[in-house]
């Protein structure tokens, strides 16, 4: 039998694309089907429990074998993620790219936890013990009550847990690519492996009421590693998003059972670790001198409004095809855009190769960007300065109408508190046309 890593569906014999979830060479020989007709015999499970159904006027909200308590990383842009807390037996998977600092982000929450004197279980599965005290001497943390496991055998790490379950009240696993099961015949790292080491750590968080945070990397399309059922099984699911050549990192929240879905945390990574961005005020330089091509807008990133800096570089063209690229935003949208000035300003944008570029490293999807964006190529196309006081947010539309953003008030009243004094919105400017 074979089955697709991407959604778990079972096939008799091999072939090149998923019919259920239309991934190419994602369907692998399954170790672990059993032919009946081998003769082989399940392992016996014993008698089951019986297991009564309840009355939803029998449900308490206090479940007696699940403490009461919640913890706090005290780490505040981490938290709001979380929902505010963890809860006992949560269980949160943390993915991003290699080095984005997700390690780091981990060892910083690691020394608040146990500082509230929680004894922590640190599994280490990429690092030996030594490189992480490396780390943590390098980044001036101090890390007590904290074990580290340098195990990678989930049945061996159970065991562990089990044992010595009253002095454990936190894990944390780095990374799940590295565990393995020995129940399963296939390498470290593999769908299967992963899928079963996921299965016994989410099963012993659960039976023995311990919040888990587990470590995950991403692929180059933007996946997490490993089987889609992954994301299913834990109760939150973190992404460690950023450019490693900024300094900028944004925690989003993809899943998360116990909280909101639009809480989001800005980082900033500095020589000491990561650095917390509590005021956008951090994310940009209001004293810079003005420059042809450069405005501000504001963005949300979850339900927080962000001042972004857009830029745009607009030169003559030397090729029949003229150039288009662009660093944070929708190559696809800056196509309309270019449309929208040529129909309604009657500027020929084919005269001239663009480039536009959020700095910092961030990636914004925000449709409120789009004013923003066409000013900044208005101005380097004409070669106007627009004063740093000035702001623009506004969804452009192909008739060139100026439109409504959500939470603009939100926006406004932000972007009065970080001392724009002019704000270009639909309320100012209806149509592109009144640009002329």
């Known amino acids: 039998m074979y089955i697709c890593s991407n959604c778990q569906t079972e096939y008799a014999k091999w072939q090149g694309k998923c019919d259920s979830c239309n991934e190419w060479s994602s369907i692998e020989e399954n170790p672990n089907f059993v032919d009946k007709k081998k003769g082989k015999k399940s392992k016996s499970l014993g008698k089951p429990d019986i297991v009564k159904p309840v009355k939803f006027s029998e449900l308490s909200n206090n479940d007696s074998k699940t403490p009461s308590f919640e913890i706090k990383t005290k780490i505040s842009e981490f938290d709001n993620t979380l929902g505010g807390r963890i809860l006992p037996g949560q269980v949160i998977l943390l993915a991003g790219a290699p080095g984005i600092g997700k390690s780091t982000l981990s060892l910083e929450a690691v020394e608040n936890l146990s500082k509230q004197n929680l004894n922590i279980l640190y599994i280490t599965g990429e690092e030996s013990p030594t490189q992480i005290k490396n780390r943590a001497d390098r980044l001036k943390l101090k890390l007590v009550n904290v074990s580290f496991f340098p195990e990678m055998n989930v049945n061996a790490i159970r065991n562990y847990v089990a044992s010595n379950r009253s002095k454990i009240d936190f894990i944390i696993v780095d990374s799940i690519q590295t565990l393995y099961s020995p129940n399963v015949t296939s390498t470290t ?35 997490i590693a490993g089987p889609k059922i992954l994301e299913h099984m834990v109760d939150t699911v973190l992404y460690f998003e950023g450019d490693k050549k900024y300094n900028l990192r944004i925690l989003r929240v993809k899943k998360n059972r116990f909280g909101p879905t639009d809480e989001v945390g800005i980082f900033k990574m500095t020589e000491d670790g990561l650095k917390e961005i509590k005021d956008t005020k951090e994310l940009f330089d209001p004293s810079k001198q003005s420059e042809p091509g450069s ?52 500027l020929k944008t084919q005269e001239y190769d663009i480039y536009v570029n959020i700095t910092g490293g961030i990636k914004v999807k925000d449709p409120g960007l789009d004013f923003a964006v066409l000013w900044a190529i208005i101005s380097s196309i004409k070669n106007i300065q627009v004063p740093r006081q000035n702001i623009f947010f506004g969804e452009v539309g192909l008739t060139g109408e100026i439109r409504k953003v959500i939470m603009q008030e939100n926006r406004e009243k932000e972007a009065k508190r970080l001392g724009f004094t002019s704000l270009m919105t639909n309320k100012v400017i209806k149509n592109v046309k009144e640009l002329k």
């Open 295 to 346: 405005v501000f807008s504001m963005v949300l990133e979850g339900n927080r409004s962000v001042v972004v800096e857009v830029q745009a570089l607009a030169t003559k063209t030397y090729f029949s095809i003229p150039r288009r690229t662009a660093s944070g935003f929708e190559l696809n949208r800056l196509h309309l855009l270019l449309a929208v000035i040529d129909k309604k300003l009657h």
């Open 189 to 223: 790292g593999s769908v299967s492996q992963i899928s079963e080491s996921t299965n016994e750590l989410v099963n012993l968080a659960k039976g023995f009421s311990i919040p888990t945070i587990i470590i995950g990397h991403i692929t180059k399309s933007g996946d």
